[in-house]
């Protein structure tokens, strides 16, 4: 693991020496040029010049929990409490489940600068750039088993979208059951898991993977359109957007706790990317094609095919406009 002291020096791009390296992080000459050399394995240029030291081209954007305390309304403060930040992990969602063999795991939250086997729905691989976009995970605890899994992801679609709109981002929609769309392009994906009683209490692990500044990297895995913050325009330092993803999340939660589904019903199908377009939905090795007709109040999918109307729930189901 890189030391997290050196990245702190490096984050505000200008030039370090190698000897006020070392005294940053109290090692030898030799010991920051070992460190030096890990920062190829988080894909970060360091560029040095002889006389003047060693830097990172445009700084970095770290996660800061004073950043992000700052960032929250100050009724939402205490989720700082609750929250760790991770320099570098192989899932957050992984990490969450570990934490709650730990006991008392309801309410923290997870984040992480870089997820080295970051994953998204049906085992697909999340790309995961050191500090360039958000990725954390929140657990959060039910009493009504699997039951309490019908319509979340939907509800944690509202309250990405509702922060969006709020950091400036133009008709953010999404596509059921758990993607987050600008302009038609990915920018936010969600992914639960549950752990615990399925027919009684429960914690779930909400999943979430927001696109905020991918930069110059290598985007040949992702396999659809997607779309960051910076490129819509929106260039808020990251504590600053988790501070409002969080926020909005944490209160969607508490309603969604009480309430269900049925509080974000409405809200949800205003957001509907694909009400009323003909669409795909692929089922194991079944494709059904019909029109989208928006989603049943437990958050099931409303398809109207040829043979009938019918309605899909999460798993394996897989949805497109029959365009893409």
Known sequence: MINTTLLDVLADGAFHSGEELGAAMGVSRAAVWKQLQKLEELQLTLESQKGRGYRIEGGLDLLSLEAIRSALPEQSRHIVDRLTILPQTESTNTEAAQRILSGDAHGICLVAEQQTAGRGRRGRQWLSPF???LYFSVVWEFSSGAAALEGLSLCVGVAVAR?????????????WPNDVLLDGRKIAGILLEMQGDPAGICQVIIGVGLNVRMGAVDVSAIDQPWVDLASAGVEAPRSAVLAVVLDELYQALLVYGEKGFARFHQEWSELDAFRDREVAVTLGEKRIIGQARGVEA??????DTELGRRVFHGGEVSLRACQE
């Open 298 to 303: 437990n958050g099931g999918l409303v398809i």
């Open 163 to 175: 922060a969006l709109r709020r950091l400036g981002a133009e008709s953010p929609s999404l596509k």
């Open 131 to 133: 500090a360039r976009n």
